[in-house]
């Protein structure tokens, strides 16, 4: 396949001239009340994530649209919550990237957490990768794929991003 990186590279100079603000506007939007996914399993999604990730388990209850299905959240700081259904009895098939689909989670942790979950990534056999000695990439127990960023809020590999 032949790609054309500097029609790529054209189009995205456009698309930043064209919609990026140097005055940019307030959003409409307070913050990220929960990003919601599917598991298979609760427990094992919540040993993953407050057990291993250490994101404290703040509810679990019966999802509203689906009768014996749990609707549960995890604390990802900054009042952001991570959410999970699991919708027994619908024979799901096994996570996907697709076109349109999640590709990852980012959440922002303090260097020193980074360190310590990377050592608990380690211990507890879960591969993953890292990237610019900022990112860790791994994936959670049902194959979503995860991004343990070392940088604040806002910022991305040292570039202001808010």
Partial sequence: MDIDYAAIEATRER???HHLRAQRPESSA??????????????????????????????????????????????IGNGNLLAFFDLPGLDLGPYQEVLGGLHH??????????????????????????????SIYLRDPDGARLELLADPLGEMYGSRVL
Avoid: M
Wanted: hydrophobic share 40%.
């Fill in 30 to 75: 307070r913050g990220l009340h929960h990003f919601a996914l599917i598991c298979s399993d609760v427990e094992q999604t919540i040993r993953f994530y407050q057990g291993l990730l250490e994101f404290p388990l703040t509810e679990i209850f019966e999802n509203r649209d689906y009768k014996g299905s749990n609707h549960f959240f995890f604390d």
């Fill in 15 to 17: 698309i930043r001239e």
């Fill in 105 to 134: 989670i980012a959440i922002s942790v303090e260097r020193g957490k980074w360190e310590r979950l990377k050592d608990k990534l380690d211990a507890a056999g879960v591969p993953y990768q890292v990237e610019s000695d900022a």
